[in-house]
């Protein structure tokens, strides 16, 4: 799996070309800097760690908050399988407006122009719930 030494994964063996894992393997989660340490997909088998990456990366590029201090949000998105997103919601405040509109700017900044891409089309569900994390120590 991409990364394999920081996710947990369920070993059998042949490789996987649509996940990057060997077959079999399920990814589970991130590890730190700018990769999947801020986005969780509770629920949900997505064995597609570079769609995750995408979304990070997506997301970071049009974050960039005026308040410096290290707060952090989560938030709540539900992605379609065109790579539009609705039900955006808090999880978790920052206790700053300011700061929780650009990471709720962020969020639809990206979506808008789809740049995190449909679905893969291996994931059969027509939505992937996304649980989004804004730490600016972790989104650099």
Request: proline residues 6%; hydrophobic residues 35%.
């Amino acid at each position: 799996c991409v990364g394999e030494t920081n996710h947990e994964v369920d070993s059998n063996s042949q490789h996987d070309e649509r996940s990057g894992c060997a077959k079999g393997r399920r990814w589970r989660g991130g590890g730190p800097g700018t990769d999947v340490a801020n986005i969780r997909t509770e629920g949900i088998d997505f064995p597609f760690p570079g769609y995750l990456q995408n979304i990070v990366r997506q997301v970071r590029l049009n974050f960039s908050p005026t308040d410096k201090s290290l707060r952090t949000a989560e938030v709540f998105f539900l992605i379609r399988r065109d790579g539009s997103s609705s039900g955006f919601r808090f999880l978790l405040r920052s206790g700053s407006y300011a700061f929780d509109l650009e990471c709720q700017g962020a969020v639809e900044a990206a979506s808008a122009s789809k740049a995190w891409g449909p679905l893969p089309a291996g994931f059969m569900d027509d939505v992937l719930p996304v649980i989004f994390r804004f730490d600016p120590k972790t989104l650099r």
